[in-house]
């Protein structure tokens, strides 16, 4: 189907589109409703435009910060970042979203005052923000879950790029969808592997992509390619090895080449080892 093809293809776009349809039929539910509420006894001071000027320039403010949190969801996965990390990272944005929701609205709302001839009045921006800030909150949580939502929907499983004829030989390359898009990665270039609930987290060129598999699986798929199991949750690329380091409890730290590091559990260093000593292919 055309729909089904165009979403997939175009995700964020698409999702951008619907978000911003469904901002400004709800907000100008909400104008018309402060409309009804100020002329409920047939007397207001308000004016017709006004309601809809502030419900107005919280929608359009809103849209401008939705791909900031995008970048920031992105950038911090629910899968690969620790549970208080997340919990500071989303604290720390929501302000700044909040901030920058309000300080952008009132500007708005003082430009379309102005053209109006007539004069804004935020009142106490310490006592405003944080009223604001309450209901910035609900969406940003909102938003969080959409795109979240709609990640695990639209993300389906990755498959193996391997020709029947050699299927009894580890795969040397993944073809995984990630957001609406494919994408080649060659086990050459994995640097690391974690394991993610059913998902394995492939570590490639600073870069993650999750494919659904168990690691256990994967790691025995691959031991001929020179990867190896380190840790109940990792498995490294033993050609990107730079150095490693063991502490006095007999666990240890890899160093890859590029910087990154992945603890060395005691239970697998002697398999870890045996690996090493193998003469790489």
């Not at 909102?142 to 029947?164: C, K, N």
């Not at 007999?250 to 160093?255: A, K, L, M, S």
Request: glycine share 4%; net charge positive; aromatic share 14%.
């Amino acid at each position: 189907m055309w729909l089904e093809k165009t979403i997939q293809q175009h995700t964020t776009l698409c999702g951008y589109i619907a978000a911003t349809i469904y901002i400004f039929i709800n907000n100008t539910v909400n104008a018309l409703s402060t409309w009804t509420e100020h002329n409920r006894k047939g007397i207001s001071t308000t004016q017709l435009w006004e309601p809809f000027v502030w419900e107005y320039t919280s929608a359009l403010s809103l849209l401008v910060l939705i791909p900031m949190l995008v970048v920031i969801f992105q950038r911090y996965p629910i899968k690969t970042t620790p549970p208080l990390q997340q919990v500071m990272i989303h604290i720390v944005s929501s302000l700044l979203f909040s901030s920058c929701h309000v300080l952008l609205m009132v500007g708005l709302r003082h430009l379309a005052y102005m053209s109006m001839q007539g004069n804004y009045d935020f009142g106490n921006y310490y006592q405003e923000f944080w009223y604001e800030y309450r209901k910035d909150v609900l969406s940003y949580l909102f938003i969080f879950f959409i795109f979240h939502s709609a990640r695990w929907v639209l993300e389906p499983t990755p498959a193996y790029e391997q020709s029947p004829a050699t299927s009894h030989q580890p795969p040397t390359q993944f073809l995984v969808k990630k957001q609406g898009e494919e994408h080649v990665i060659k086990v050459s270039e994995i640097e690391w592997y974690e394991a993610s609930g059913n998902y394995v987290n492939l570590h490639s060129n600073g870069r993650i992509y999750p494919l659904r598999e168990t690691l256990s699986s994967l790691s025995n798929q691959l031991a001929t390619a020179q990867v190896t199991r380190v840790h109940r949750r990792f498995a490294v690329n033993n050609h990107k090895i730079k150095s490693v380091r063991f502490v006095s409890s007999g666990d240890g730290v890899i160093t890859l080449k590029s910087g990154a590091e992945v603890n060395l559990s005691r239970r697998y260093k002697s398999d870890f080892k045996l690996a090493l000593e193998t003469p790489k292919t």
